[in-house]
């Protein structure tokens, strides 16, 4: 007999569009991206990880090309977690994977996928599902190889009208960068209904980094590369076109993950 479809209830709510659209191997350069944000209570790290690494055992198990990674706040008691991956397009948030129940009960049998749902009651607070759009162009990824301990994340809002304006000043941005040889990240910009206009995430790799950052502050990098007047000119406009800028801390979760096969 398979589960009830009410047992399930918190847990499609945790999970709900997680993995729909990791559907495809990872591929060279930057990718669209869709991330659910899970925010759980402080008693349900425990619960909710056991989930994840048993999701994870089911899709292997079906040998279904999913992937994802997986991040933590970095700062405090975990209490968010972030599932990113992979969208070959926008579209496919509108056409989900197989479902959780199905997915783990096909896999294990109704049983533990119930044991498996029941754990999650109480557990989840509020989840949020989000698309970012890729911006190569605006970019300047790490050639590293190493995996990332985490990443620096802001959000940022422009003001009306100031799409032009902050984009030539993201563009200034990477050609300051790689002439100067100075400074690596990624960004997007929001898909329809995301929280912010752009995604500015920035990887780093020993925590001691962020307490004696490499490199020149982007003003004065702005400013070696382009000179003192123009480099001041082009900092000043792309400031004054940003209405706020949020800024997160995310600690990478590779044992929760799932990376394709190198």
């Not at 498996?116 to 949020?128: M, R």
């Not at 960004?187 to 307490?211: C, H, K, Q, R, V």
């Not at 004696?212 to 003003?219: M, T, V």
């Not at 000119?233 to 400031?239: L, P, T, Y």
Request: hydrophobic share 45%; with cysteine.
């Amino acid at each position: 007999m398979g589960i009830p479809a009410t047992n399930w209830k918190h847990f499609a709510l945790a999970i709900l569009a997680c993995f729909a659209a990791a559907v495809a191997n990872a591929q060279d350069g930057q990718q669209d991206l869709d991330v659910v944000s899970v925010k759980i209570t402080l008693s349900g790290r425990a619960p909710f990880e056991a989930f994840l690494i048993k999701y994870r055992d089911a899709v292997e198990k079906r040998g279904d090309e999913r992937f994802w990674d997986v991040s933590t706040n970095a700062m405090g008691p975990v209490t968010e977690y972030k599932i990113t991956s992979v969208l070959a397009s926008v579209d496919e948030m509108d056409t989900p994977a197989d479902p959780l129940a199905a997915m783990i009960e096909s896999a294990f049998g109704a049983q533990q996928a119930e044991a498996v749902a029941a754990s999650l009651e109480g557990v989840v607070a509020e989840t949020d599902h989000r698309a970012w759009i890729a911006l190569p162009e605006l970019s300047r990824p790490t050639e590293s190889d190493d995996p990332p301990a985490g990443f620096t994340i802001l959000f940022v809002d422009i003001k009306p009208g100031a799409k032009s304006t902050f984009e030539a000043y993201a563009r200034r941005q990477v050609e300051a960068s790689t002439k100067l040889d100075d400074g690596n990240w990624q960004l997007a910009i929001g898909a329809p209904g995301a929280p912010s206009d752009y995604l500015y995430t920035y990887p780093f790799y020993t925590w001691a980094e962020l307490d004696s950052p490499e490199g020149l502050p982007l003003r004065d990098r702005l400013i070696a590369a382009f000179g003192e007047t123009e480099g001041a000119k082009m900092s000043a406009e792309g400031i004054a076109s940003i209405e706020k800028i949020a800024t997160e801390l995310i600690r990478t979760r590779p044992d929760l993950s799932r990376a394709p096969a190198d």
